[in-house]
């Protein structure tokens, strides 16, 4: 039997995709290999959002090409994002590449490599205007009990430093019925925790007379459903309706990613968020007054074009004024074809590596702060599995995300109390509640 395998990098976008392009070189009679080093078939899927998932890539692909010469029956299979930013270019960057293809046409990959996956037709690119969505192809599951679903596809707005628009098209939602019975199935066959994928997930359904607030009111609906996620909403999109979904819906968790990027209204102005400081600290608060016990993380860039020492102490205010449970943060990385990489101002790399390190202890002071509150709290944990650093442990996560590592008996998938006993910036630690004997 050809083997396959998939490196996939960057957002739970592509996580979800590889399950898709997974799923599909099953049907095609593909089985999957443990390592790059023993499958026929290998597959890229990339993320260019920054200069770091290129650099990787390049990396990668390196190897590949040493395992190709060694035998040059390898299939090479480059899709994603980077694949769709450089698809003039691929072939000529990467010669030894055999098929390359956008987020949007992954289904083509199927025709390529043929049946079997033999018969590759070699230096073929899809072509961007025929899009279809991952979610339509077959499914290869990495997990029992929790599930990616994709509810759009392309991004809408035009902030002024990504390139997911250009990679990704414009937004277009999946229909109601469609995302809902593929969440019926996923119930049925044991699914309790959904994640609704979309670049802006919450900008959801104007183009199929929907809207994300009804949306997140159906899959709450869903018989077996017990833990609804969503990343990443847009906080320009954050209605009342949203809100008042979250506060009313059992199953939708406590947890909002809601990417800040700065805390500089005159950055977020020329980020083009649409918001300002002001906005979105209001909204954080109406959030945390409809949803008691709502964590809310978030995404920050430093280093942006323009950025003076103080619009970055903005930022720092902004982390401690929201009081973020937690936030991934990065160096702005200038991207080809977006409009922040022409921008004068564009600031120093010492200046950005000092930023970076000074917004990282703030974020992680605050968070450990937030965390600690949880101590002496039973927080309602699904098990995922051995914990990572101790396997006398078991790992889980709680309805606001937090991982938990903790003492006990359960099984992955099963719904547990577990009693906080201890807090860092990113976890907690905890044991599971000994029941009095009769
Ligand atoms: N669609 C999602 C996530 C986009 S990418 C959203 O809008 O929320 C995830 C994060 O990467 C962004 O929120 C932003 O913080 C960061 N990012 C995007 N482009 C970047 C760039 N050019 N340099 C640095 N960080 C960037
Ligand atoms: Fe990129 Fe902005 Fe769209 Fe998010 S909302 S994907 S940051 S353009
Ligand atoms: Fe990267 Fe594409 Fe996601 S650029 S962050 S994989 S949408």
Known sequence: MRRYHVTTFGCQ???????????????????EAATEEEADVLVFNTCTIREKPDTRLAAHLGNA?????????????????YAEAQRERIFEL??????????GSISHLA???????????????????????AAELPLHRERRFQAWVQIS???????????????????????????????????????????????????????????FAEL??????????????????????????????????????????????????????????????????????????????LALTTDLIVGFPGE????????????EEVGFDGAFTFVYSPRHGTEAATLAGQVPGEVKRERIERVVEVVQRVARERNAARVGLVEEVLVEGPSRTDPSLLRGRTRRNTTVNFSGSAVPGELVGVRITDATSTTLRGEQPVAAAA
């Open 13 to 31: 976008m592509n996580a979800h995709d590889s399950e898709r392009i997974k799923g599909l070189l099953e049907e095609l009679g593909l089985g």
């Open 65 to 81: 090409r040493a395992l190709k010469e060694r035998d040059g029956e390898r299939v090479i299979a480059v899709g994603g994002c």
């Open 94 to 103: 990467y010669p030894f590449v055999d098929v390359a293809f956008g987020p």
């Open 111 to 133: 025709d390529w490599l043929g049946a079997g996956g033999i018969g590759v037709d070699r230096g073929r690119f899809g072509t961007g205007e025929e899009r279809s969505f």
């Open 153 to 211: 596809m392309g991004c809408n707005s035009v902030c002024s430093y990504c390139i997911v628009p250009k990679v990704r098209g414009r937004e277009v939602s999946r229909r109601p019925g469609e995302i809902l019975a593929e969440i019926e199935r996923l119930a049925a066959a044991g699914v309790t925790e959904v994640t609704l994928l979309g670049q802006n997930v919450n900008s959801y359904g104007r183009d199929v007379g929907s809207g």
């Open 216 to 293: 997140l009111r159906a899959v709450d609906a869903v018989e077996g459903v017990e833990r609804i996620r969503f990343t990443s909403p847009h906080p320009k999109d954050f209605r009342e309706p949203v809100i008042q979904a979250m506060a009313e819906c059992a199953a939708v968790c406590e947890h909002a990613h809601l990417p800040l990027q700065s805390g500089s209204s005159r950055i977020l102005k020329t980020m083009r968020r649409t918001y300002s400081r002001e906005r979105f600290v209001a909204l954080a608060e109406r959030m945390r007054a409809a949803v008691p016990d």
């Open 308 to 319: 003076t020492e103080e619009d970055f102490r903005e930022t720092l205010e902004a982390v």
